[in-house]
Nanobody
Framework: QVHLTESGGGSVQPGERLRLSCVVSIDAYDDACIGWFRQAPGKEREGVAAIRTKTGYRVYADFARKGFFIDRENDEKTGYLLIHSVKPEDAATYYC??????????????????WGQGTQVTVGQ
């Protein structure tokens, strides 16, 4: 069975650092990509970043090139998304996703087969 479980969301203040985690329970983890996406109320889901588990090759959406960092800990089968300094516009539900196999690393929802339930991030409340 496949399970993706996000954690780390909550209420944060602008300027704070935030790390989201995602435990990725899939058989083909070693040949996978992990992606992070977000969706704010009334907006479409947008890609943030993606990483290939085996090599650590990373791809970011343009807005995320500064201020975001995607990483993984393969021994723990866990992906991470770090926001260095949270801004009000970062408020959204953040979703972790996995693709296995992963022929190309792209920050595109249609590439990913498996999705978590999401973790909500609120800013300044």
């Amino acid at each position: 069975q496949v399970h993706l479980t996000e954690s780390g969301g909550g209420s944060v203040q602008p300027g704070e650092r935030l790390r989201l985690s995602c435990v990725v329970s899939i058989d083909a983890y070693d040949d996978a990509c992990i992606g992070w996406f977000r969706q704010a109320p009334g907006k479409e889901r947008e890609g943030v970043a993606a990483i290939r588990t085996k090599t650590g090759y990373r791809v970011y959406a343009d807005f995320a090139r500064k201020g975001f960092f995607i990483d993984r800990e393969n021994d723990e089968k866990t992906g991470y998304l770090l926001i260095h300094s949270v801004k009000p516009e970062d408020a959204a539900t953040y979703y972790c996703a996995a693709a296995a196999p992963c022929p190309v690393v792209r920050v595109s929802p249609d590439q990913f087969t498996y999705w978590g339930q999401g973790t909500q991030v609120t800013v300044g409340q």
